[in-house]
RNA sequence: GGGUGAUUAGCUCAGUGGUUAGAGCGCAUCGUUCACAUCGAUGAGGUCGCUGGUUCAAGUCCAGCAUCACCCACCA
């Protein structure tokens, strides 16, 4: 027999195992012994293909092989699909970063190499990513891995966007968008992070322009802007103003007359109750311009700098022309009144420029706008969490996401980036017939460009330079993966299981699942969806790089061994609550992993005599203990169907160690050597080991599985432990 | 402006209305060649944030308050 060693030897024994697993191809549920006839399914958040794993990524992978392993073992058709994402804008902002190291940018490359450079730089990370999953022992089917830039899930992508186009819920528009003049991309509202802070509050003084010497006082945080106001609005209630509507007055820095309109949107007791319309940058006066069909003056260009429109602040950036608008007013005497004033900013999440308000034409989906049976894609979400069909954990997620879901507006898909899934879009340049005019000249294409233009026959076509939103195609990810991975994969995996996340991206991609998946399969992709929290270090900071507080998953593996990783990430912690982990707690489940070790070393050697496959009927006493250990089956079994993972972890862990190690095994250490009822004792030892080794499998597949290698085994048990019955 | 969470042992956290409120780490004392020092035994350590309420029974449910953390939001 072979001699073992006295202390578990994770880092040698873990790649071996894994490598046993996956050969065994049981990974892939068609490959699977037995008869299965429910399936479980998880689809893999794809991790970013543009960085290697954080202890983030442990977090899912703990949770989520649990799950699959459990219901593995429960006797389902239990499939992992794994795949990682392109994630657009992050990953071009990463790379970005280091072009800058050598002193490119991406304007320099050209869109042709930008994209081929990101896309070689994604395939090398994709292999890291899979290395590392694999090390964390993540059991799932790399048969059927994908990525978010394959081509069959393009496709399914664009089909989608066709869709929307044909359904009337996606449309071209010209909107004020939340544009980052650094990154020159426009953004979501979920991109935009909003800060507080001190800024001042300027009363500017509009001349009446019939030169009777009378004024209106306008309130306002960005005198820089007062080129672009095409009005003054004050509330048709407000008695103040109501003798002044219809007149006009001199806009103080281009000299310009604009009318004083009424307005309800503007709040009568903030400021002097004026309020001036910049149409073009502000999203306010954007829709209060709309309706009053007024101009849109757009003063501000893309590159971040003022326009000759501008007048005298031409050329500035903003904060420039604030600076250089103030000294205007205030040498021309339009400044009455120049006060701090605290408010929140929006600021770009990733380099924190301030956002500005800007015009541009993008691509919206109509979230809000009702469809087929009179619901929007808002409605269809909101009715399948409030009838439980998708049900969330914890519940108080729910709150959150109605709320959210009321506040919903419509969504901007696309970015003037490179990295992405370019909008199927065409544009005829020649709008050649009234047809074509009326069209706009805009041909949605799901299958390439077309030779010529559908509606007046022009070969002049160029294609919408700008990419999809990377949550527009991973909102469709569920479906789209197993559309792709397999004949009847859809049909048998789909509707999936659970969903299983972190609650920072409840809104940005689990919202956007539920209603793209609604929309394309009529059906929830999902039933349950399970939230986990940020992981933070003892202090309860968030793990930054720059803070130099990072663990690294795979430090910790080579260390410590991927099982008490996996522990000390999963006890201890309910569902939405951020994880915290410091090193001596994975310390803490490496030691257990070494009980567990040496339990079964003394079980081993204590086996002389013993037949796995004969039944023996135990002592009164013994059957007590089995009565005892049948008890905590249950009670693992039900924290695991009721997604308590750290409950169920934690009473394994306290069972085997302070009962089963502390008190069974010193018992039974007695009676062997004593040789006072050994067969009985032999029986208690085996089956308990077995049993506990079969329930913490899920929780620490490795040395539960290398143990397992070395047991003898009756005939009906499975060779390898991860396909082993559930001992319940 | 709206909303959420947290407050339990020195630290990090569990706790499903029902015995004397738990774990890990840390601490103290003792032990251990015979599965494991990555070990064992014993122990100290708690007005469960505050104030009220519901209940036969409250750490747990309800209301209010305080402190901390977080999320959402187009009052310029």
Redesign the pocket.
């Known amino acids: 027999m072979e001699k073992?060693p006295?202390?578990?030897?994770a880092s040698e024994l873990e790649p071996e195992i894994y490598h046993l697993w996956e050969e065994s191809g049981y990974f892939n549920p068609d490959k699977l012994p037995g008869e299965r006839k429910e399936s479980f399914t998880i689809i893999m958040p794809p991790p970013n293909a543009n960085d290697p794993l954080h202890i983030g990524h442990a977090v899912f992978v703990s949770l989520q092989d649990i799950m699959i392993r459990y219901q593995r073992m429960r006797g389902k058709r239990a499939l992992w699909l794994p795949g990682t994402d392109h994630a657009g804008f992050e990953t071009q902002v990463v790379w970005e970063r280091k072009l800058a190291q050598q002193g490119k940018d991406r304007f320099s490359l050209g869109r042709e190499e930008f994209f081929r450079q990101l896309w070689e730089y994604t395939q090398k990370n994709k292999r890291i990513v899979k290395e590392q999953l694999k090390s964390l022992g993540a059991s799932c089917d790399w048969s059927r891995e994908k990525f978010t830039l394959d081509e069959d899930i393009v496709s399914i992508v664009y089909e989608t966007f066709y869709q929307l186009w044909k359904d009337g819920l996606l449309y071209r528009g010209k909107r004020i968008v939340n544009y980052c003049p650094y990154h020159r991309t426009a953004f979501s509202?979920?991109e935009?992070?909003?800060t507080?802070e001190k800024t001042y509050?300027y009363f500017v003084r509009y001349d009446f322009a019939d030169n009777s010497g009378e004024y209106i006082t306008?309130?306002?945080?960005?005198p820089e802007?007062i080129p672009g106001d095409v009005a003054i609005?004050v509330?048709p209630k407000d008695r103040r103003y109501s003798s002044v509507l219809g007149r006009e007055v001199i806009e103080p820095i281009t000299k310009r007359k604009i009318p004083i309109i009424a307005d309800e949107?503007?709040?009568?007791?903030?400021?002097?109750?004026?309020?001036?319309i910049?149409p073009a940058h502000?999203?306010?006066?954007f829709?209060i311009g709309q309706d009053h069909h007024l101009d849109i003056r757009e003063t501000l260009d893309f590159d971040g700098k003022f326009n000759k429109l501008a007048g005298p602040l031409a050329g500035l950036t903003v904060s420039q022309a604030r600076k250089k608008a103030e000294e205007i007013l205030q040498s021309g005497g339009y400044l009455v009144k120049k006060q701090e004033?605290w408010?929140?900013i929006?600021r770009c999440y990733k380099c924190g420029t301030a956002i500005e308000?800007m015009l541009m034409d993008q691509w919206f989906v109509a979230v809000t706008k009702p469809f087929r049976g009179g619901k929007s894609l808002r409605d269809l979400a909101v009715e399948a969490v409030q009838t439980g069909k998708i049900k969330i954990i914890?519940s108080?997620?729910k709150?959150?996401f109605f709320?959210?879901m009321e506040?919903l507006?419509d969504w901007n898909i696309s970015r003037q980036i490179v990295w992405g899934i370019r909008i199927p879009v065409y544009y005829c340049q020649e709008q050649k017939s009234e047809l074509c005019r009326k069209k706009k000249g805009i041909i949605v294409s799901p299958s390439g460009p077309p030779a010529r233009c559908p509606y007046c026959g022009s070969t002049k076509i160029k294609q919408d330079p700008d990419v999809l939103d990377t949550w527009f195609s991973s909102g469709q990810w569920p479906f789209a993966t197993l559309m792709t991975t397999g004949e009847n994969d859809f049909s048998r995996f789909y509707p999936t299981q659970v969903m299983e996340t972190g609650w920072?991206i409840?809104?940005f991609w689990v919202a956007r699942m539920i209603m793209l998946g609604l929309y394309r399969t009529k059906k929830v992709p999902f039933e349950v969806v399970y939230l986990h929290g940020l992981v933070?270090d003892?202090?309860?900071q968030?793990m930054s790089k720059s803070k130099g507080n990072v663990i690294d998953p795979l430090g910790v593996v080579n260390t410590y061994g991927a099982d008490a990783l996996r522990m000390a990430l999963v006890?201890?912690?309910?569902a939405?609550?951020?994880?915290?982990?410091?090193e001596?707690?994975i310390?803490?489940?490496?030691?257990?992993?070494?009980?567990i070790?040496?339990?079964?070393?003394?079980v081993l050697?204590?086996l002389e005599g013993f037949n796995p496959e004969k039944e023996i009927e135990p002592i009164p006493e013994d059957k007590k203990i089995l009565q005892e250990f049948n008890s905590v089956k249950k009670?693992v079994t039900?924290?695991l169907d009721?997604y308590?993972f750290?409950?169920a972890g934690?009473?394994l862990?306290?069972y085997f160690?302070?009962t089963f190690?502390?008190?069974i095994?010193?018992e039974m250490?007695i009676r062997i050597?004593g040789k006072n009822q050994v067969a009985s004792a032999q029986y208690v030892l085996y089956s308990v080991l077995t049993d506990c080794l079969k329930m913490l499998h899920p929780f620490m597949p490795f040395v539960t599985e290398a143990i397992w290698q070395r047991l003898p085994k009756s005939s009906s048990a499975a060779q390898l432990l991860m396909v082993e019955k559930w001992p319940l």
């Open positions: 073992l006295s202390a578990y030897p509202n979920l935009v992070k909003y507080e509050l306008v309130a306002t945080t960005r802007t609005a509330n949107r503007v709040e009568m007791d903030f400021g002097t109750g004026a309020l001036k910049t502000a999203s306010l006066d829709e004033y408010h929140q929006g308000p914890p108080r997620f709150k959150v709320h959210w506040n507006r920072d409840l809104f933070r003892k202090d309860r968030k006890i201890g912690n309910t939405g609550k951020d994880i915290i982990i410091f001596e707690k310390k803490g489940y490496r030691n257990f992993a070494n009980k070790w040496n339990v079964a070393r003394f050697l204590n009670k039900q924290h009721n308590r750290s409950l934690e009473t862990y306290q160690w302070h190690a502390d008190k095994v010193e250490k050597k």
